[in-house]
């Protein structure tokens, strides 16, 4: 059951979601490629997929659940019996309910989950002085991503029709776990360093950041911490300092490796 068109879609405010959605898509070995990049913006309307496309949806986990933001957005796509690859990136401490939120969310979509993976991805909270899976997706995780996507490829040939598929079982538990309250916090500017360049602005996945009074504004309440902007600053002007860095570099520093459903 062979695919010529592989449709990406993913939320990736620091490009750990796209960077594995890519490898996966290089081991399908699909003719054409098409992308609905949603990290800054939704869709305007619903788009249908059809069955004759096989689709990846690649989504940050903040607190062991999907990203609200990109929950959102996902839910513009429709399915007509289309297959599809959910994929969750969690920064090396647990992606808990999140990869089960996603594929159950899909499946009301009129999407078919063929595979699952929880794969890592640096931490939006790693700094240098504490890393939490600094560089991941390294070099070792996109080859055993582009492997999925051929073990992926397998299964669908030998079972040459979506309908002879078993249901995917992935991991996680429904009712999904309740995430706290969040505390409104956003990253802080350093105005000597500060070009007002506008970069950090352009990458903001909610349009949380501006420029008020001529000093750089951070809105704390539609702020998500993703912290794109902290790490794409070209300046190094941009930080946010939390005491979970600190929690999550002593308790989750060891490597975990990705997980993989067929």
């Known amino acids: 059951m062979q695919y010529k068109n592989i449709h990406l879609i993913y939320f990736s405010p620091t490009h750990t979601s796209a960077k594995i959605s890519y490898a996966i898509a290089e081991g399908l070995e699909a003719e054409t490629l098409s992308e ?8 305007k309307e619903p788009l249908l997929i059809g069955e004759n496309e096989l689709v990846i949806v690649a989504v940050p986990v903040y607190g062991g659940r999907v990203a609200e933001t990109a929950m959102e957005r996902i839910r513009m796509f429709q399915g007509k019996d289309t297959p599809v690859i959910p994929v969750v990136v969690y920064g ?7 990869l089960k939120e996603l594929s159950d969310t899909l499946v009301v979509q009129g999407f078919i989950p063929v595979s699952a993976g929880a794969f890592v991805g640096e931490h939006s909270y790693s700094r240098k002085d504490m890393p939490i899976a600094a560089g991941r997706p390294d070099k070792d995780d996109l080859f055993k991503a582009s492997q999925f996507g051929h073990d992926t490829l397998k299964k669908l040939d030998d079972a040459g029709c979506l309908s002879k598929l078993p249901v995917l ?3 996680g538990n429904y009712p999904y776990k309740v995430k706290g309250p969040s505390t409104p916090q956003a990253p802080v500017t350093d105005e000597e360093l500060c070009t007002q360049c506008e970069y950090c602005i352009d990458v903001c996945p909610v349009t949380a950041i501006s420029i008020v009074d001529d000093r750089m504004f951070s809105d704390p309440v ?5 912290c794109a902007c902290v790490k794409e600053c070209p300046e190094g002007a941009r930080t946010f300092d939390t005491p979970y860095t600190a929690m999550l570099h002593k308790n989750f520093s060891a490597r975990r490796e990705p997980e993989l459903f067929f």
Request: net charge negative; with cysteine.
């Open 92 to 98: 090396n401490r647990d992606y808990e309910d999140a």
């Open 36 to 43: 609905s990049d949603i990290t800054c913006e939704g869709l």
């Open 169 to 171: 079982e992935v991991k």
């Open 222 to 226: 539609l702020c998500i911490k993703c």
